[in-house]
């Protein structure tokens, strides 16, 4: 079965700096991966897919994220964290069932 | 039109009472999810609906009754909950029940209280 882990609970920059957050997939077969984020009290908002078209995605606010085969990861990154990237990230998975299977998510706060 | 709605956006509710949350999209979707969201954990999903159709049901409890009236609608049925149902219920759409590659869009929510 489709899993993501997301390594590391709660993020902190400082703002400017590099923003990593780590994603990690289990699947037996070629996966469809995304990354989401939430704000307080909203919905979810797709910021990026891999669909295995490129192993670089970009995506909305300045996102990018690089499938590796070699080491089952999805990682999240931005060169220059803004205080209003903070919010919660969920990496998902697409499971066998079309559903999305969510990680256990990753809180970013940005210092000034 | 890449929006999903959802009322009401908070709901307070006695654990006799029925309510029911709706959820709607204009983007010709033809799937569509439930999902229940505790706070500082990420979206269950409860139920999806696939061309109008119940394809998946997470074991969730008979208090939870949901509906797909036509491929924009999609209702959830609330009756006789428990304090611990309060929670954030998410509603997602996605394009087409049987590829992959569509993401899903998701609704901003109705926070419910069980009282």
């Known amino acids: 079965a489709q899993s993501v882990t997301q390594l590391g609970s709660h993020v902190s920059v400082s703002e400017g700096a590099l923003v990593l957050l780590r994603c990690n997939y289990s699947s037996s077969v070629p996966p469809y991966l995304f990354w989401y984020v939430q704000y307080p009290n909203q919905g979810l908002q797709l910021l990026l897919k891999?669909?295995?078209?490129?192993?670089l995605v970009k995506g909305i606010n300045g996102f990018e994220a690089e499938f590796k085969k070699s080491e089952t990861s999805f990682h999240l990154t931005k060169p220059s964290a803004h205080m209003s990237d903070a919010a919660e990230y969920f990496c998902?998975?697409?499971?066998?069932?079309?559903?999305?299977?969510f990680g256990a998510g990753t809180r970013l706060t940005v210092k000034p | 039109d890449t929006e999903v709605t959802q009322t009401p956006k908070h709901l307070v509710m006695g654990m006799t009472n029925k309510k029911s949350l709706k959820c709607e999209q204009h983007?010709?979707?033809?799937?569509m999810y439930w999902y229940k969201q505790k706070a500082k954990k990420p979206p269950e999903l409860m139920f999806v609906?696939?061309?109008?159709?119940?394809?998946i049901n997470e074991s969730v409890p008979s208090r939870f009754s949901p509906e797909c009236p036509n491929s924009s609608l999609l209702n959830l049925h609330l009756h006789a909950l428990q304090p611990e149902d309060s929670a954030l219920y998410l509603c997602?759409?996605?394009?087409?029940?049987?590829?992959?590659?569509?993401?899903?869009?998701f609704g901003p929510g109705t926070r419910l209280t069980v009282t």
């Open positions: 609906y696939s061309y109008e159709k119940l394809s």
């Open positions: 997602a759409s996605s394009q087409d029940p049987g590829m992959f590659i569509y993401e899903q869009y």
């Open positions: 983007m010709g979707h033809r799937a």
């Open positions: 998902a998975v697409k499971s066998n069932n079309n559903d999305m299977r």
């Open positions: 891999y669909t295995s078209a490129a192993t």
